[in-house]
């Protein structure tokens, strides 16, 4: 591997470092395993990279990358997922731009994102991020009325967890 | 949904939150060891392959050659090895093939069959060794049986005089490979399944659900 590569991969990764944070943030629940997976999917990202060409779009291909790390090829149990303090583990949300009924629900909602599979956690984090059912689809391999009747089904767990 | 478009707003919104990383510590990043499963899988496959290998050069071993000259086996255990090497040759081409056609850039899905179908021509290696050691232990079973000097032969082995007769010792020893063998393969193939289990236990389960989605 050359030296150009070296920089312009790290480079690359560091102006997008967020999509893989924010990865690392849905399926890890303290700062030790977020660190850990990061340093896994960068290097799948970095192993990947030369046959990265371009024909996608960067951030696309490294969703991809960064799922598939967190869903398959990560190895570390996930166990203290049910007794996991909330506040650890997202970043505080500010107090002052949401009232506190909007705030409380947030704060719900993102336990209960939390509490997700891992595939269905994988759906959530896409639509999140804006991304529409076709690449949904793709990035799993389902398809895409598939993947939107997975999604129903995950607003309803959602509802469920939300008001027991 | 109201509660997820909501949440996808404030989502957004976190951007500025998130750790930043310097190029520094991403330079360093990359030159780490991965520790991923395909990783595992490939190392654990590679024991598989050569551990059994490795017990030709202990001294025992070649000493039980020579035994199983003595009962008469000398040829078949000369065509089985040929046959084996055979076999572990073609098996390891075709877990080459499988590992090599593992790739972080495809759907999960297919990611998730590729690694279940190398893991399960490794599975195969193993049924197929275990019984190639269950039917190595027979056949040695069948050999005392058969035998005419196995006090001669038993001796040479053990360097010990005995005192049994010789209808007695060939049941005793007969009794003992068979025993040893049945606990040696169960021994080997519970190692083998209890790896693999824990190992791609959670990649099984997300396989099944995607999966069950597309039935």
Not at chain 1, 39 to 55: H, M, N, S, V
Not at chain 1, 68 to 84: C, E, G, P
Not at chain 2, 20 to 43: P, R, T
Request: proline share 2%; net charge positive.
């Amino acid at each position: 591997m050359n030296k150009d590569l070296e920089h312009q991969f790290v480079t690359e990764l560091q102006n997008n470092q967020n999509i893989v944070h924010k990865v690392c943030t849905l399926y890890t629940n303290d700062q030790d395993a977020h660190n850990d997976l990061f340093q896994e999917i960068t290097i799948q990202l970095w192993k990947a990279y030369p046959k990265f060409r371009g024909d996608s779009k960067l951030s696309t291909w490294m969703y991809r990358v960064a799922l598939n790390t967190a869903i398959t090829l990560y190895r570390k149990s996930k166990r203290s997922i049910q007794t996991q303090d909330y506040e650890s583990v997202i970043f505080k949300i500010k107090a002052d731009e949401y009232d506190e009924t909007q705030e409380q629900q947030l704060k719900l909602m993102y336990k209960a994102v939390k509490q997700l599979g891992d595939i269905d956690k994988a759906l959530v984090f896409l639509y999140l991020e804006d991304k529409d059912y076709r690449e949904i689809a793709e990035t799993l391999g389902i398809s895409e009325v598939n993947a939107r009747v997975k999604m129903n089904r995950i607003k309803t767990k959602l509802r469920t967890i939300l008001n027991p | 949904m109201d509660e997820l478009d909501l949440l996808k707003k404030d989502w957004q919104k976190k951007e500025d939150h998130l750790p930043k990383l310097s190029y520094q510590d991403i330079y360093k990043m990359i030159w780490k060891k991965s520790s991923s499963i395909v990783k595992w899988i490939l190392i654990i496959s590679i024991l598989e392959f050569t551990i059994p290998h490795l017990l030709y050069f202990i001294p025992s071993t070649k000493s039980g050659f020579e035994f199983y000259e003595n009962i008469g086996l000398k040829y078949i255990f000369l065509s089985l090895t040929i046959i084996q090497y055979a076999v572990v040759i073609y098996f390891i081409y075709l877990f080459y093939k499988r590992y090599k056609e593992i790739s972080v850039l495809d759907d999960a899905k297919n990611l998730m069959q590729k690694i279940i179908k190398t893991r399960k021509t490794v599975k195969h290696y193993i049924i197929y060794s275990l019984s190639m050691i269950m039917f190595i232990f027979l056949l040695v079973v069948i050999g005392v049986y058969f035998s005419d000097n196995l006090i001669e032969s038993y001796s040479a082995l053990v360097d010990e005089p005995i005192d049994l007769s010789p209808t007695k010792l060939k049941k005793v020893v007969m009794a003992t490979i068979a025993i040893f063998g049945t606990l040696f393969t169960l021994f080997l193939g519970g190692i083998y399944f209890l790896l693999y289990g824990r190992l791609l236990k959670k990649l099984k389960a997300n396989y099944k659900e995607l999966q069950k989605l597309e039935v």
